[in-house]
Each structure stands twice: as structure tokens, then as C-alpha cells.
């Protein structure tokens, strides 16, 4: 019988199938636990969780928060601005030190990618990554499965559009590589200066044209444009962006009628998607929210606990 055997979740492009569905159906077992009458407060009694948080967040943030307190852990929060990285400490020192008070697991979220899994080989604890640089933020790509599974049930043979920033994207990469395990038929579009070709190579199709993007998708992610990892513009404004590639009641017309739509958030409104779309029927972005908690609750319980389980 297979087992969980990871005690850290640094990505999604070595997870198989087993194990992306395994965090899957253990967070589906969370949620379906009344909230604050649920049985697994006990779960992580006496554990201690720190998140290092060296980017600003906060959905991941806090849903981490959230997940962590309702499986009875202890959980601190460590932003950049408040720790000693700022004074010159290493990645390393910081991580040592905090095992050293105590911690039981980290939740890292750095700008540099590749730091989780440094963490990993530096100290021997469970390390979860939330998120480092254009590399992945494997939460978030899992919670969107998640999200995903609710609405149109088994990934496997679904076309899902992934549509905007892909290049500077880690959300667009972990949804890539555990979309595509599971048998997902990704299309990745956007500005070519956004989507190069080379995504290709990693299972997807790729199209700057975004009629053909939409016209067969059962779902469309958005994904904001991540000025923040830009060293140079790649489009010649924000408003010829939304003309050419925003969601909005025109281009509706391109997508099946029950097609849905989601965005891991923050949203810029007016840009990559209109008020009016976001805040429809078709958007599962609070649901995204939403679901992001159980999501984290699983990969908490899972890491942590991996030598127990089976």
C-alpha cells in the first residue's frame, strides 16, 4: 500500500499523482468538518509552527495561520521587516535559530527561488514552501486543484486555461506541473513577451491569441502581471493589456457557458479581469480562499505527522 512519506512540500513538479491526491482528499476530509467543532483540533496539540514570511502576504498567510490553529498547533508569524535578516543574518542562521526556540515546522515564503529547498538541507524539519520567487508556490496550485475538483469533478481530460503573466508566475508553474499529473490538458496564454514558446516543453499548448485560449476551456485562471519580478516592461501598457488579453462580458462570448473562472489573487480589477466578472456566479475565487485553508490543514497534518501515517 502506498504511503505519505514527505515531511516537506517544496514543489509540485516531483509530486505524483498518489501524493497530489493525497493532500487532495485529506484536505476534503477537512473540509467537511463543521468549523470550531472540529474533531481534528487536536491533530497538532503541542506542536509549534513558525512562518517566515520574507514577501508581503495575506491569503497565504493567514490561511496558514488558520490552518495551523485549527489542527491545535502554535503558530508565529516572522515577517521580513521583523527579523534579523534585515540586520544581515543568512537564510541559514535564521532557520537554525528558530529550531533551535523550539520550531517544529517552517512555512517559508523568500524572493529567492530555491530557498525552501535549501532550508531542507540545513535543517531537520518539516519545510513547506509558500512561495519562492517565479519558481513555485505549490499551495496555491494544490488549493486551486482542489477548488477545481468541487466544480467539475475529475481533473483528468479537463482543458484549463491558465491566461496571463506566465513567465515571472509561480502559481502558473506549481498549477502546471500538478494539473498536467493529473491528466489535465493545460493551455498557457498571454502577451508572447509573457508566454514563450518554451512552455511548451512542459506539457502545455501555448497561444497568444486569446479566442483560442478561451474557446474550449472548462476553466480560466487569471494571474495579475508581477511588476514586482519585472526588470523591464513586456507589454506597452496596462490598458493595452486589458484590451488584448482582460476577461470581460465581451469576451465571454469566446467561452462555453459553464466555463468557470478563478485567480489566486491579489486582484487588479479593470486589468486582468472586470468587477463585473469577478464578482459573478462563474468566479470561484472566494471559494479559492476559502478552500485554501483545508488545503494547508492537510499539508500541515502530512508533513508533520508523515512518519505515522500510511
Given at each position: 500500500?502506498?504511503?505519505?512519506?514527505?515531511?516537506?512540500?517544496?514543489?509540485?513538479?516531483?509530486?505524483?499523482?498518489?501524493?497530489?491526491?493525497?493532500?487532495?482528499?485529506?484536505?476534503?476530509?477537512?473540509?467537511?468538518?463543521?468549523?470550531?467543532?472540529?474533531?481534528?483540533?487536536?491533530?497538532?496539540?503541542?506542536?509549534?509552527?513558525?512562518?517566515?514570511?520574507?514577501?508581503?502576504?495575506?491569503?497565504?498567510?493567514?490561511?496558514?495561520?488558520?490552518?495551523?490553529?485549527?489542527?491545535?498547533?502554535?503558530?508565529?508569524?516572522?515577517?521580513?521587516?521583523?527579523?534579523?535578516?534585515?540586520?544581515?543574518?543568512?537564510?541559514?542562521?535564521?532557520?537554525?535559530?528558530?529550531?533551535?526556540?523550539?520550531?517544529?515546522?517552517?512555512?517559508?515564503?523568500?524572493?529567492?527561488?530555491?530557498?525552501?529547498?535549501?532550508?531542507?538541507?540545513?535543517?531537520?524539519?518539516?519545510?513547506?514552501?509558500?512561495?519562492?520567487?517565479?519558481?513555485?508556490?505549490?499551495?496555491?496550485?494544490l488549493l486551486d486543484i482542489f477548488t477545481l475538483r468541487q466544480k467539475l469533478?475529475?481533473?483528468?481530460?479537463?482543458?484549463?486555461?491558465?491566461?496571463?503573466?506566465?513567465?515571472?508566475?509561480?502559481?502558473?508553474?506549481?498549477?502546471?506541473?500538478?494539473?498536467?499529473?493529473?491528466?489535465?490538458?493545460?493551455?498557457?496564454?498571454?502577451?508572447?513577451?509573457?508566454?514563450?514558446?518554451?512552455?511548451?516543453?512542459?506539457?502545455?499548448?501555448?497561444?497568444?491569441?486569446?479566442?483560442?485560449?478561451?474557446?474550449?476551456?472548462?476553466?480560466?485562471?487569471?494571474?495579475?502581471?508581477?511588476?514586482?519580478?519585472?526588470?523591464?516592461?513586456?507589454?506597452?501598457?496596462?490598458?493595452?493589456?486589458?484590451?488584448?488579453?482582460?476577461?470581460?462580458?465581451?469576451?465571454?462570448?469566446?467561452?462555453?457557458?459553464?466555463?468557470?473562472?478563478?485567480?489566486?489573487?491579489?486582484?487588479?480589477?479593470?486589468?486582468?479581469?472586470?468587477?463585473?466578472?469577478?464578482?459573478?456566479?462563474?468566479?470561484?475565487?472566494?471559494?479559492?480562499?476559502?478552500?485554501?485553508?483545508?488545503?494547508?490543514?492537510?499539508?500541515?497534518?502530512?508533513?508533520?505527522?508523515?512518519?505515522?501515517?500510511?
Open positions: 500500500m502506498s504511503k505519505w512519506v514527505r515531511n516537506s512540500l517544496l514543489g509540485l513538479e516531483d509530486l505524483s499523482e498518489f501524493e497530489i491526491m493525497k493532500i487532495i482528499e485529506t484536505a476534503e476530509s477537512f473540509a467537511l468538518q463543521e468549523p470550531k467543532q472540529s474533531s481534528e483540533k487536536s491533530l497538532l496539540s503541542g506542536y509549534r509552527i513558525i512562518n517566515l514570511f520574507m514577501e508581503p502576504s495575506t491569503r497565504t498567510r493567514v490561511a496558514f495561520e488558520i490552518a495551523a490553529k485549527s489542527l491545535g498547533a502554535d503558530v508565529i508569524s516572522i515577517s521580513g521587516e521583523a527579523s534579523s535578516l534585515t540586520k544581515g543574518e543568512s537564510l541559514k542562521d535564521t532557520a537554525l535559530n528558530v529550531k533551535a526556540l523550539g520550531a517544529d515546522a517552517i512555512v517559508i515564503r523568500h524572493s529567492s527561488p530555491g530557498s525552501p529547498l535549501l532550508l531542507s538541507r540545513i535543517v531537520d524539519l518539516p519545510i513547506i514552501n509558500a512561495g519562492d520567487g517565479a519558481h513555485e508556490h505549490p499551495s496555491q496550485g469533478g475529475e481533473i483528468k481530460g479537463k482543458r484549463i486555461t491558465i491566461l496571463g503573466d506566465i513567465l515571472f508566475s509561480r502559481v502558473a508553474r506549481s498549477n502546471l506541473f500538478g494539473l498536467t499529473t493529473l491528466g489535465a490538458k493545460v493551455t498557457l496564454a498571454g502577451p508572447s513577451t509573457l508566454v514563450p514558446k518554451e512552455f511548451s516543453q512542459m506539457g502545455a499548448r501555448v497561444t497568444h491569441n486569446l479566442e483560442e485560449a478561451l474557446v474550449d476551456a472548462d476553466a480560466v485562471m487569471l494571474l495579475r502581471i508581477q511588476h514586482e519580478r519585472q526588470s523591464a516592461k513586456h507589454f506597452p501598457s496596462l490598458s493595452e493589456y486589458s484590451k488584448m488579453f482582460g476577461l470581460n462580458n465581451r469576451v465571454l462570448n469566446y467561452m462555453k457557458k459553464e466555463a468557470v473562472v478563478l485567480h489566486p489573487g491579489p486582484l487588479n480589477r479593470g486589468v486582468e479581469i472586470e468587477s463585473e466578472l469577478a464578482d459573478s456566479n462563474r468566479a470561484l475565487i472566494l471559494n479559492q480562499v476559502k478552500n485554501g485553508i483545508a488545503v494547508r490543514m492537510a499539508i500541515l497534518y502530512l508533513c508533520t505527522r508523515s512518519n505515522n501515517l500510511s
